[in-house]
């Protein structure tokens, strides 16, 4: 089993940063590729970036690339989502989710059968 704790989401202004820390505890959460994902009122859950175990593999939706990084700390059980130029757009629940042990990068929601209970991230003035 794999538990998962988002921590760091708020309320921020656009243009605005704001840094997403998921918290892992479980068997072999250092050989999971982990996903970040995102839901906005009234929208289907979308993926937002991924990072293999290995870190050589990443996945980052189109509309976040270049804005946002993903990495992860091994040592710490900790991936995180860094975000910077945050839009409006951007407001969501952002989640966290980890793969079955060994399995590759994927935007697919399917392949992450462990999530958190997410983190509410807003972008207002």
């Given at each position: 089993q794999v538990q998962?704790?988002?921590?760091?989401g708020g309320l921020v202004q656009p243009g605005g940063s704001l840094r997403l820390s998921c918290a892992g505890s479980g068997t072999?959460?250092?050989?999971?590729?982990?996903?970040?994902?995102?839901?906005?009122p009234g929208k289907e859950r979308e993926g937002v970036a991924c990072i293999s175990s290995s870190e050589e593999a990443t996945y980052y939706l189109d509309s976040v690339k270049?804005?946002?990084t993903i990495s992860r700390d091994n040592a710490r059980s900790t991936v995180y989502l860094q975000m910077n130029s945050l839009k409006p757009d951007d407001t969501?629940?952002?989640y966290c989710a980890a793969t079955l042990p060994f399995r590759v990068c994927s935007s697919g929601e399917s392949e992450y059968p462990?999530?958190?209970q997410g983190t509410q991230v807003t972008v207002s003035s």
């Open positions: 998962l704790v988002e921590s760091g072999l959460l250092g050989r999971r590729a982990m996903g970040w994902f995102r839901q906005a270049g804005r946002f969501a629940v952002y462990y999530r958190g």
